[in-house]
T-cell receptor
Framework: EAGVAQSPRYKIIEKRQSVAFWCNPISGHATLYWYQQILGQGPKLLIQFQNNGVVDDSQLPKDRFSAERLKGVDSTLKIQPAKLEDSAVYLC???????????????FGPGTRLTVT | TQLLEQSPQFLSIQEGENLTVYCNSSSVFSSLQWYRQEPGEGPVLLVTVVTGGEVKKLKRLTFQFGDARKDSSLHITAAQPGDTGLYLCAGERNNAGNMLTFGGGTRLMVKP
């Protein structure tokens, strides 16, 4: 079974530029997550999708970050304009489903390492 | 302030030693997961614990969920160089719908 795919793996941009990351979840997984992992910290959830709808985006800095999952499969995360503090690894994860009575395992992709100079 | 505090942050030990990593919070979690992350990769799930007081074993790794479901520990017996990595705990708060809050991680290095 193919895992979660992410691209690019590395990206270096200057501050105030824009950048986009792509994620293809495991086939059949309805739920998709984007996390930000700053060096030396644990991942922080940015946004959770169920199919093409947003379940939670309370920690997404909406003035500069946006994400979409238009067809309910792959997803893009965009930053515009980037700031120095956005330097981090952006992880995408997927799970079969989500629910309040059962925890569904999340499978993570390898991440995109973003450096903002 | 992190909702989940992990300790220690760093641990460097010799092969064959035992170690314990702690994950503490003042909040109650409906489930708690432990992950291991290697450089350049995403976290990989090791175990999920859901019941207060639950103990799970995975070869040389023993995981315990606190009685009050606020804390957890990971114990490794006879550590090996292959255990080197970043260990992360993550909790799902009650009725959070699969949303995880991660701790800051414990970076373990096991020297041969």
């Amino acid at each position: 079974e193919a895992g979660v795919a992410q691209s690019p793996r590395y990206k270096i941009i200057e501050k105030r530029q824009s950048v986009a990351f792509w994620c293809n979840p495991i086939s059949g997984h309805a739920t998709l997550y984007w996390y930000q992992q700053i060096l030396g910290q644990g991942p922080k959830l940015l946004i959770q999708f169920q199919n093409n709808g947003v379940v939670d985006d309370s920690q997404l800095p909406k003035d500069r970050f946006s994400a979409e999952r238009l067809k309910g499969v792959d997803s893009t995360l965009k930053i515009q304009p980037a700031k120095l503090e956005d330097s981090a690894v952006y992880l995408c994860a997927s799970s079969l489903d989500w629910g309040r009575a059962h925890f569904y395992e999340q499978y993570f992709g390898p991440g995109t390492r973003l450096t903002v100079t | 302030t992190q909702l989940l505090e992990q300790s220690p942050q760093f641990l460097s030990i010799q092969e064959g030693e035992n170690l314990t990593v702690y994950c503490n919070s003042s909040s109650v979690f409906s489930s708690l997961q432990w992950y291991r992350q290697e450089p350049g990769e995403g976290p990989v799930l090791l175990v999920t614990v859901v019941t207060g007081g639950e103990v799970k074993k995975l070869k040389r790794l023993t995981f315990q969920f606190g009685d009050a479901r606020k804390d957890s520990s990971l114990h490794i017996t006879a550590a090996q160089p292959g255990d080197t990595g970043l260990y992360l705990c993550a909790g799902e708060r009650n009725n959070a719908g699969n949303m995880l809050t991660f701790g800051g991680g414990t970076r373990l290095m096991v020297k041969p």
